[in-house]
Each structure stands twice: as structure tokens, then as C-alpha cells.
């Protein structure tokens, strides 16, 4: 079958042997995958993933140990806990220390024609909910996450970034009743927030209204984010980190200090809710879509994916 | 009139001008002051601070609108407001943006004969508390600031620090109940520890038992304490951020949005609570005195006070 592997530069292998379902395991179709930023660092070496990449899609259940999945339309949390630890038994197979994590840790990914998950892991798909938006499950709902941890301030959430995690970010906070200004460096991304229903406006216009605000979520994939983060910030408020900056970051850390800062990590959320939010049409991420590749083409579509300020690039399996 | 000012290094001018006292100010005596790791670098140009020294002290009421406050022993919030701002309004001048502090921003410091305070940040020292244990309430008010910080998890907190920052944290958080293991490299400075009613251990003896630890007080002094920190925090975890390392940190921050941690900055506290602990006995900073001099003396007293491992340095007005 086909497989996007990771080896030194993403390529797709025709051959590549087909997944063996396990115990408690299901053997999903993909339908669609989506390529995602840590796509792109695992592909450069981060973490030193070797393997299936591919950790955003909408998939079908073809085989499953409890018959009934089979048949269903699906997307799936990307951690797999090994449900013997404390963190597991506490329902946080997030942060099991033994967990693999579909496509980036000790497990294949889901840019091949099939791969498994743990049936504990799936979320069903409603009819209503186009493959186009339930392959944004995983992202919105790290998206949604964020919301956990931003106080319930009065006034508007900064987001920093308008790349494709700022935007749904934004999309998450805004379909969730939050104001949300959007902060970036390209007038198109601005406009596309403002569709989303953001405030918008160019980092070099921030004047001094915005500093002092309660709470930001810093998605700009960069160190220098979090650096204007903690200057944003009013004291005693909230930096939520978004991004993952492989390696060190030489950052100025004394404003935390001086003006007590809570600086909060964010990650994974809940698909379930993901799910919700697209089904209620609260949210609709798929203007993000910037291109769509088959799984033939996936090579490009990596290509694409990396250049400057690409937002969201599609694989597809029957493309 | 005697007072050390920060010049190039601090500096014994013996002919300073006497301070005006303004409305809502007192004038104090000095009777003691301390010297904390904030006065070395500001004595190397950390701020830009010119002028007099000292934040840490126990003096008299010489002088005072309020004249029922003349004679009185007292220490003093350093943070000085502006009285009209919103963070003020909401009893928060230690955030106040056009704040004064004693000292450290553009308030001459306590390291003088006299010098002024405005009256509403003065704290009573009860005839119980002596001038050796009344000198610690500024730096044991920002210790049990942490309390405010540390969630109420079960197991110990882990203080990384045996120096007097560490070592005051560890006596304030023993003194409120809780349960804490400082770490530190000097077997002599973790017996301290020991004596103030805390576990110690090496920072060599770490074994994978602390790992994970729910909440962790980063009080090195050192930016490879805040990685450490990072590193020994469990997931979901605590890390309260005590040193104000001047400049720019490089470090990993990726454990932040992986482990999804809560990273907290904490700077000063409540100086009635830390009266309140030394009135009430439950914690006793002397031990941590390692010496003392003369104000005539006070360029000394800098030059022992930055010796590597130095514990606190105190500066007698009477001595």
C-alpha cells in the first residue's frame, strides 16, 4: 500500500507493508490528512521520528475489534496511553511518560492508505460535518484547549500569529463566545481572521491600547513571539504558549518575575469537542484550506506546506 | 549625614544630603538593613539605579505626618504607588506602572542614616521580634508570597536553591504547614536547610524519585535552575519562578507547551505576613545571618556579600 514515511526528506513508499491491527485496535481508511507545522520539524529530524508521518486526519474504521466501529467515519486523539499509569487511571493519557503519539512517537502515522489507532482513541463523525472540517478535529481541539486555561477576563483575547494555528485559534475563542484580536504581519491573514470573526490589526500598528492586556496566546511558531508575548502582557496576566520551539530559546524571562506572570504550556485537547463545535457550526475552519494534494503527491504537498505563511495543505487519499 | 550609594560600586558618601521628607512620608532612622543579591546587581548596573542603596531593613520613625507613628520600630513594603492608577485602586501598587520602589527604581534605598517612606507602607515590628529577625520581613514576605503561587498538591515542594533565597523560602514554607525539600550543592548550606525543618538533598543525589514533582521553586539565582526546574517538574505541574536573572535566558521552553506546565513569576509579598510569622515564632531567619558590619563599613560588607555562597550580610546603622 502507499505511505508517506519519514526518512530524510518526506517520500512516498508504494510498498510499504500493511499496518497489523492489534488487540483493542482499529485499522483505519484514511479519507483526508492534514499537514500540520510539527509535520514539518518531524521531516527536518525533531525528535528524531522515523516513520509513517501524519497525525491530522478524517479516516474510515475497516476493521475493528468491536464490530459496530466498523462502517464509521472518525477521527482520533493522537495519544495513546498505556492505560496502566497514574496519568492514565487519572483519564490523562496526555501526558502518560509511556505513551505513543499517532505520527510523531513510537507510532505510524496517518498519511497512508491504512494505519491503526487505539479504538479508545476515536471520535465519531457526525454526517452533518464535511471530511474538509472534521480533518481539523485534532488541531481545533488543541485549539479549544486553550480556552481551559485563558481566564475569564473582561475584554479581548490577543492572539499572536496569524498563520493556520493563530487562525483556528481565533476561530476556537471566537466560535466559544470570546473576543479575539488577532495580531500578524500579513494584511490577507488579517482579512482572513476578520472573516473568522477577530478583530485584526498588523503587529506594527500595536500601539499602546493593547499593552497591558490580560491574556495572550502566543501562536507564532517563532522565539520572538514569546518575547512580545511577555511584553504584551499586563502584570499578573497570562501568556499561553502555543508554540513548540525545538531547541533553546534565548528569550528575556525577567518580565515573568517582575511582573508575576503566569506563563501557561498548552497542547493537546479533547476531539470530542472539536467535533462539537464543527457539528454546531460554530466554527468553520475549512477557509484555511490552502491547497490539496493527492497522496501520490504528498512529496509536494510537504513542498507547499513549507513555504512562507502556507496555511492549511490537504493530502487526500482518493484524490 | 552617612549613606551608601550605588556609583560605580557602592560607594560610602559621608556628606550626603539629609532626605526632605514629603507629605505622607515618613522619615526613618536605619537600624539595620540587609543585602540581598538584588543590591549586587544593581551595584552592577542592573536598572540603570543611581543613587542610595538598601530594601531590606528595620529603622525608626523619626519623622511623620501621622504623628503617632514618631518612635515607632517598623519595616516597609518598598513598592511605593502612585495612588490614583487602576492597579493602585485595586490595592496593587506592587504592579503600579509609575511605582517607586525603595532603593531599586527611582527611590533612594535604606542604606543610610535616614531615609523616606511613604507612610502607608509602613509595618509595625512588635517588641517581641528582634532587629536581627525583623530585617528579614521584606525577603520572607516575597518567601511566602510563594504560598500564594504553590498548589495545595500533597507530597513536598521542591525548593532548587541552598542559597538565601532558597533557604528563607524553604523556613517560610515550613513555617506555614507545608512539607519541602530544598536542593542545593553545599553539603554545610543543606544541613542549614535541615535545621529549618526541611529535607535537603544534593542536586547530585537527584534521583528519578523527584521526578515529577507537582510543584517546584526555582530560587538559584542561576538560568540553568529555571531548565532544571523545567526538567523536574511532572506534567500538568508547577514551576514558581523566584530569580530575576538580568537579560537574556537561553533555554529549553519546549517542556513548557509539552508537559503543558504552569510557569508562575513571584516577586514581592505582604510585609505583615512575614511579621505576623516572626511574631508568632514559626520561622526563623537568624540562622541565616553570616555577618555583619558597621555602615562605616558597608563597601566591606558589599565585597563579603558577593563572596560565592555568601549568606546574609547584614549593615548596623549603630554598629
Known amino acids: 500500500m502507499r505511505a508517506l514515511v519519514c526518512a530524510r526528506e518526506p517520500e512516498l513508499v508504494r510498498d510499504h507493508q500493511e499496518p ?3 488487540d483493542g485496535e ?12 510539527t509535520d514539518l520539524e518531524l521531516s527536518r529530524g525533531y525528535m528524531g521520528f522515523r516513520g509513517v508521518l501524519g497525525h491530522e486526519f478524517v479516516g474510515e474504521v475497516l476493521d475493528a475489534g468491536a464490530r459496530m466501529l466498523v462502517g464509521k467515519r472518525v477521527v482520533a486523539d493522537i495519544n495513546a496511553g498505556c492505560g496502566e499509569c497514574a496519568h492514565c487511571k487519572a483519564n490523562d493519557a496526555h501526558h502518560c511518560p509511556a505513551r505513543t503519539v499517532l505520527g510523531i512517537l513510537g507510532r505510524d502515522g496517518a498519511m497512508a492508505d491504512r494505519f491503526t489507532v487505539p479504538e479508545r ?11 474538509d472540517a472534521a480533518v481539523f478535529a485534532e488541531p481545533l481541539a488543541a485549539a479549544l484547549h486553550v480556552i481551559d486555561d485563558v481566564p475569564d477576563v473582561p475584554g479581548p483575547i490577543v492572539v499572536l500569529g496569524d498563520g493556520k494555528l ?16 488577532v495580531v500578524g504581519h500579513h494584511e490577507e491573514k488579517l482579512a482572513l481572521a476578520r472573516e473568522g470573526g477577530a478583530h485584526a490589526l498588523l503587529e506594527s500598528e500595536l500601539g499602546s491600547d493593547l499593552d497591558g492586556s490580560p491574556a495572550i496566546v502566543e501562536a507564532t511558531g517563532r522565539a520572538a513571539g514569546i518575547a512580545l508575548a511577555l511584553r504584551l502582557v499586563r502584570p499578573r496576566g497570562t501568556v499561553v504558549l502555543k508554540t513548540t520551539v525545538a531547541g533553546r530559546t534565548d528569550v ?18 479533547d476531539l ?11 466554527a468553520d475552519p475549512t477557509p484555511l484550506i490552502q491547497a490539496r494534494y493527492s497522496l501520490d503527491d504528498a512529496a509536494a504537498a510537504f513542498r507547499r506546506a513549507a513555504d512562507p505563511g502556507a496555511l492549511k495543505v490537504l493530502i487526500d487519499a482518493g484524490g
Do not use: F
Open 20 to 22: 497489523a491491527r492489534r
Open 26 to 37: 482499529a485499522l483505519i481508511g484514511l479519507r483526508i490528512a492534514g499537514i500540520c507545522h
Open 121 to 131: 482513541c476515536l471520535v465519531e463523525v457526525p454526517d452533518s460535518v464535511p471530511d
Open 166 to 181: 493563530g487562525q483556528l485559534i481565533a476561530r476556537a475563542l471566537v466560535g466559544s463566545g470570546r473576543e479575539v484580536v
Open 252 to 269: 528575556d524571562l525577567s518580565p515573568v518575575v517582575i511582573n508575576e506572570l503566569t506563563v501557561l504550556g498548552s497542547r493537546c485537547g
Open 272 to 282: 470530542s469537542r472539536a467535533i462539537e463545535l464543527l457539528t454546531r457550526g460554530a
